[in-house]
């Protein structure tokens, strides 16, 4: 089965790229033969190419040392929404991307995204993590901002396709790194009048990251923000850019500061724990219990529903969604940030407006319930621990 699906999507790659060197013309004064000839060396040379990849050798790269940043691969997936339809998408070499200057995108900030990572776990196969919750989160996101949804079985397929292509960029297991990938899709012809697109592209790109955090995850600090991440019945439940690109100043203040992230309240009564401007928040009481800040504002994250159910499934811990008082934060023993970059970020120092909150588990190292959950999601993610049932997507 991994065998053939590997092979499919490597058939696709050569058959697109055939199908658009076979749309060449003849050159003037060029005959049919030397045209003929000509091909038959291309494709040739094409074949050859792809069976001296087919092995996958892993890149050249230094996987410990790799930071989280863009590395381009080779290969990435692009459909395209037309005529009220999507086509049937293919994987393509081209990097780049050519809009029209008034795109939608451009005008409008008509996108959305997605975040998810492909692990090499213990026994050597290349796996996802939940992938279908992606897919899922993806279409409640182009359902708020009027855009054609991207059918879930298609979305995983196309994830399958681009980490199979870019097998050879996939951080090999004990490495600390991976390669994240990032879906999304954007509204790609003319608008002018402030209306959705009528045409759109869904595209996956990957890269190879190293861990979010080198020499380990260590608290850091952060403030309480004056600025709003959402607004009452807004966007702040779904994965917009417009969303982050809002947070872009708040971030870069808090940085000048000497803050790493910023604690968002609800922007109704300001006294509520909602979320950062990437990450859900998570606490644990002085009695062990599990608490996450529950809000129709806030960004469902895959990673943080996952940590829910193992602190309940797995470690037996008591677990409550609810809302969250920021008055009630400085009686919380350990608190950590949720996201598919790091996983858990811990956070030893909460700064209110120059009344500092530091939290019992301290700022040399992760407190000990937030350590064991880290360390059994990533146990799970990895392969060294039983998952649930349909967690782990594997694709090769």
Known sequence: MIFILTFSVKRLIIENELEQSDRSAPKPGESARSTAVTEEKDQAAFYQKRKEESSMEKKNIDWGNIGFGYIQTDYRYVSYFK???????????????????????????????????AYTTEDGHIVTFRPDLNAERLEQSAQRLEMPVFPR?????AVNQVVAANEAFVPPYGSGATLYIRPYMFGSNPVIGVKPAEEYQFRILTTPVGPYFKGGAKPITIRVSDFDRAAPHGTGHIKAGLNYAMSLHAIVSAHKEGYDENMYLDPATRTKVEETGGANFLFVTKDGKVVTPKSSSILPSITRRSLVYVAKEYLGLEVE????????????????????????????????????????SGMTEMGPVTKKLYETLTGIQMGRIEAPEGWIHVIK
């Open 153 to 157: 079985d298609r979305f995983i397929d």
């Open 83 to 117: 005529n009220g339809a999507w086509d049937n998408g293919q994987i393509t070499t081209d990097a780049n991307i050519v809009l029209n200057e008034c795109a939608g995108v451009l005008q409008y900030a008509q996108t959305i995204f997605e975040g998810l990572k």
């Open 321 to 360: 969604e609810r809302e969250v008082l920021l008055s009630e934060v400085s009686d919380m023993a350990e608190c950590g940030l949720c996201g598919t970059a790091a996983v858990i970020s811990p956070v030893g120092k909460i700064v209110d407006h120059g009344k500092e909150i530091c939290l019992p």
